[in-house]
């Protein structure tokens, strides 16, 4: 389904109309992106005059909410009408708050939706739709940091961290961070012209806005960031998100992205002279080495976590890349550091992206390796 017809909306608000309702410990920046997005579109000058786009922070009562950095926000108006607005947009933060969050926020998310509204989950606002029971059979895009959150509490909902905003159906979902910008400029663009959009991404210093099938930026790892083609980076996304469980063959991978397979391998060989097959079995075997090397998990375990049919196959294929066996690489963890076995290493290296990656850092334990406390989830 595309974005609400610009030409239907009513003759008494402006082009753009968004509620917007904030959950306890929200995201500030994330919020006055998305909104500052709006004043700037609204008016032709910088008057900030909701001519254009129109803005309404909502509420279940007049008492403020407070953001995960101090600052509160008192709500202006209580929940009210869902027609009056084009979208409902519900912001998240920390997801400590969502404890705190009030049952007649979700009724009226919910009433939105029997009422034929568009509902948009920003930063863990996506958790607040799926709680609400609002996005099942819907596609979720969640920062890449609360991904394995957002999988254990709603394990039957379809949800990726591949790319900054989704749009599915009636539902919009967005990663959240300068992601809820280009959410903003895509919005604005579809109700109030290019022009406009044009203007806020000058007017707020960004030298373009992206779209949906931009991939998320991820944690300072060279060899992915590296990567020039956002198809491949978002392909390798996929792919991580899919390391533990049964992996995805390049059509269903293509599908996602909505591409064809042949488009993925092209793109695939051009970035590393591998195919997207042989680029995930070396993402699959580094993240194998780092759990020998970190866990307790037994070889057996391992393997099998990982998709591999038994502890011999996960042997030969270790042994491939490393030059050595599973059980060896775990003896010599504590006294040295593993070496690479130089001919078994060479067969197994392709390029210096994957001595990257069967080396250094896979995606999911660069993630680990950020300071985020525990007690700000």
Same mark, same amino acid.
């Given at each position: 389904m595309t974005l609400p017809d610009p030409r239907s909306r009513r003759d008494d608000r402006p082009d753009l109309s968004v509620a917007v309702l904030l959950l306890p410990d929200f995201t500030l920046s994330t919020f006055s992106g998305f909104v500052d997005a709006l004043r700037i579109a609204a008016d032709e000058g910088d008057g900030s005059r909701q001519l254009h786009c129109g803005w309404t922070i909502l509420g279940a009562s007049r008492e403020p909410v407070r953001s995960s950095c101090g600052v509160e926000i008192t709500p202006w108006?209580? %929940?009210?009408?869902?027609?009056?607005?084009?979208?409902?947009?519900?912001?998240?933060?920390?997801?400590?708050? @969502?404890?705190?969050i009030d049952k007649r926020m979700l009724d009226y998310l919910r009433k939105v939706d029997e009422r034929g509204g568009w509902l948009v989950g920003v930063c863990t606002g996506s958790f607040a739709l799926a709680r609400a029971g609002l996005m099942t059979n819907r596609r979720s895009c969640v920062h890449w940091f609360h991904l394995q959150e957002f999988i254990e509490q709603f394990p039957d909902h379809d949800v990726a961290a591949d790319s900054l905003f989704t749009v599915? !159906?009636?539902?919009?979902? $967005?990663?959240? !961070?300068?992601?809820?910008?280009?959410?903003? *400029?895509?919005?604005?663009? @579809? @109700? $109030?012209?290019? !022009?406009?959009?044009?203007?806020v991404t000058s007017g707020m210093v960004v030298a373009a806005a992206r779209g949906p099938k931009h991939p998320q930026p991820h944690p300072e790892l060279q060899w992915f960031r590296g990567?020039?083609?956002?198809?491949? &980076?978002?392909a390798i996304?996929?792919?991580e998100h899919h390391m533990s469980t049964r992996p995805l063959g390049v059509q269903a991978v =293509? /599908? *996602?992205?909505g591409?064809?397979?042949?488009?993925? *391998?092209?793109? %695939?060989?051009? /970035?590393f002279s591998l195919s997207p097959s042989a680029f995930f079995r070396a993402m699959r075997i580094a993240q194998c080495r780092w759990e020998l090397l970190n866990t307790d998990k037994s070889t057996g375990r391992i393997a099998l976590d990982h998709g591999f049919?038994? =502890?011999? @196959? %996960?042997?030969?294929? %270790?042994?491939?890349?490393? !030059?050595?066996?599973?059980?060896? /690489?775990? &003896?010599?963890? *504590?006294?040295q550091p593993l070496i690479p076995h130089k001919s078994g290493f060479e067969r197994g290296r392709q390029n210096a992206v994957l001595d990257g990656i069967l080396w250094g850092g896979t995606l999911s334990r660069s993630f680990d390796a950020l300071d985020w406390s525990a007690s700000e989830k």
């Open positions: 108006k209580l %929940f009210g009408n869902p027609d009056d607005f084009d979208y409902t947009v519900v912001v998240g933060g920390l997801l400590r708050g @969502h404890s705190r599915d !159906g009636r539902r919009i979902t $967005c990663a959240g !961070g300068q992601g809820a910008v280009d959410l903003a *400029v895509y919005l604005v663009e @579809h @109700h $109030c012209g290019p !022009g406009m959009a044009m203007k990567i020039k083609s956002a198809p491949v &980076q978002r996304l996929i792919m =293509a /599908a *996602v992205l591409v064809s397979a042949k488009t993925l *391998v092209r793109g %695939f060989k051009k /970035a049919s038994d =502890a011999s @196959h %996960f042997t030969r294929d %270790f042994r491939k890349y490393y !030059g050595t066996t599973p059980a060896r /690489a775990r &003896q010599i963890r *504590v006294t």
